[in-house]
């Protein structure tokens, strides 16, 4: 599975959006990237998922670039319920993937 | 709707005892199920998943098995808890045909002490 990388860590005041970039640079031709959200002592919540260009539902928008290799989950108007930990995966195909392998996520603090 | 339970939601045991953590799901049919642990501090680790009944694959050595004798039941077991089993313990459940749009769906947890 493609490993990824992300900032093991973030703050941002109230109101403001926050962008938190993943780093893939060994993602599959069949890859998706998707975004989890985990409060403590939870377990995560899937927040959005993407394969090209922009994805955008409720609650983020997913920015993922022509060569695929990186992606960016942005958070508009963060509130202090934003404060979780959020993780980026790469490996759920289409028709689902037996090995959903979490990193150590970037830990989002909001600040009032 | 579709939902899924997992209990306890906290379990304290010596070490050496038994474990026995349960999960089942509700509104669905045919689904992969996963069994995670997270240690303090760390990310996700996929120990078990099942893609049907009887179904088991490990994907990581160690002192727990799982079984599951129901489509949506999953047990994670243990004979002897050793310290390092604690941790926190997640369900999971997902289906193929609409992983694409859902994901997964993670249970709320079992925090494991063991003493």
């Known amino acids: 599975l493609a490993k990824t990388t992300q900032p093991i860590s973030m703050d941002s005041y109230e109101g403001q959006e926050v962008n938190i970039t993943c780093s893939h640079n060994?993602?599959?031709?069949?890859?998706?990237i998707t975004w989890y959200q985990q409060f403590p002592s939870q377990g995560p919540r899937f927040i959005i998922q993407?394969?090209?260009t922009k994805v955008t539902n409720e609650v983020a928008s997913l920015f993922i670039p022509a060569d695929r290799k990186s992606s960016t989950l942005s958070l508009p108007r963060v509130s202090l319920s934003d404060t979780a930990v959020y993780y980026c995966?790469?490996?759920?195909?289409?028709?689902?993937?037996?090995?959903?392998?979490f990193g150590k996520g970037t830990k989002l603090s909001v600040i009032p | 709707s579709q939902t899924i339970h997992q209990w306890p939601a906290t379990l304290v045991q010596p070490v050496g005892s038994p474990l026995s953590l349960e999960c089942t799901v509700e509104?669905?049919?045919?689904?992969?199920l996963y069994w995670y642990r997270q240690a303090a501090g760390r990310g996700l680790q996929l120990l078990f998943y099942?893609?049907?009944?009887?179904?088991i694959s490990s994907e990581v050595p160690q002192n727990l098995s799982a079984s599951r004798p129901q489509d949506r039941q999953f047990i994670l077991s243990s004979k002897k808890l050793l310290l390092s089993d604690s941790g926190f313990y997640l369900c999971?459940?997902?289906?193929?045909?609409?992983?694409?749009?859902?994901?997964?769906?993670f249970g709320s947890g079992t925090r494991l002490t063991v003493v």
């Open positions: 993407g394969y090209k």
């Open positions: 995966l790469v490996g759920l195909s289409g028709a689902g993937s037996y090995q959903l392998t």
């Open positions: 509104g669905t049919s045919n689904p992969n």
């Open positions: 099942s893609v049907g009944i009887g179904q």
């Open positions: 999971a459940w997902s289906v193929p045909a609409t992983a694409l749009q859902s994901g997964y769906t």
């Open positions: 060994n993602i599959a031709t069949n890859d998706y």
